[in-house]
């Protein structure tokens, strides 16, 4: 944990951060897939969207970024922690579009900087159990608080 905040703390582009916070979470966690959706001024959909265990090619692939429905909506809505052992299964599901890897649990923090939601954090299929435990959950929680710092400063940097 403190090697993924030392990380991100000394990055001073935003799109650097970004990829950095995406990549050093999902290796925290040990997620098959992570990705970071910065959210719009109007708080309700998806400005940004960064991934990180996915090739090029596949996010190409991909097209769009998603425009915040089914969970990944969910969770801006509620602006609170989900954790979705089947992501199928869950009624808010929306579905995946057309090249999207298979994906199975999925645990959705939000990224908080001064009482607001500027983004969240999104992790696919842990590789080494069935689904995100509560301690996964807490870790990420803990890593997004520091995410959001770091975007901030990055934002801050370019801005001068």
């Known amino acids: 944990m403190s090697a ?3 990380a991100i703390a000394g990055v001073l582009a935003v799109e650097v951060v970004l990829q950095v916070i995406v990549d050093r979470v999902r290796a ?9 959706g910065i959210l719009a001024d109007d708080r309700r959909h998806i400005e940004r ?12 692939l991909l097209g769009a970024p998603p ?8 969770i801006i809505a509620e602006g ?12 808010a599901s ?3 579009p057309p090249h999207h890897p298979p994906m199975t649990s999925l645990l959705g923090v939000p ?4 009482n607001r939601t500027i983004g969240n954090l999104y992790l696919t299929d842990k590789v080494t159990s069935e689904g995100f435990s509560d301690d996964d959950q807490r870790l990420v929680e803990l890593f997004a608080l520091h995410a959001a710092i770091a975007i901030e400063n990055a934002r801050l940097h370019e801005a001068v």
């Open 4 to 6: 993924a905040i030392g």
């Open 28 to 36: 925290l966690v040990g997620a098959r897939y992570a990705a970071l």
């Open 49 to 60: 969207f960064i991934t990180s265990g996915i090739t090029d090619e596949q996010r190409r």
């Open 67 to 74: 425009q915040g429905h089914g969970l990944l909506g969910l």
């Open 80 to 91: 609170r922690s989900l954790r979705i052992p089947d992501i199928a299964g869950h009624p």
């Open 94 to 96: 929306y579905g995946f």
């Open 111 to 114: 990224v908080r900087l001064k």
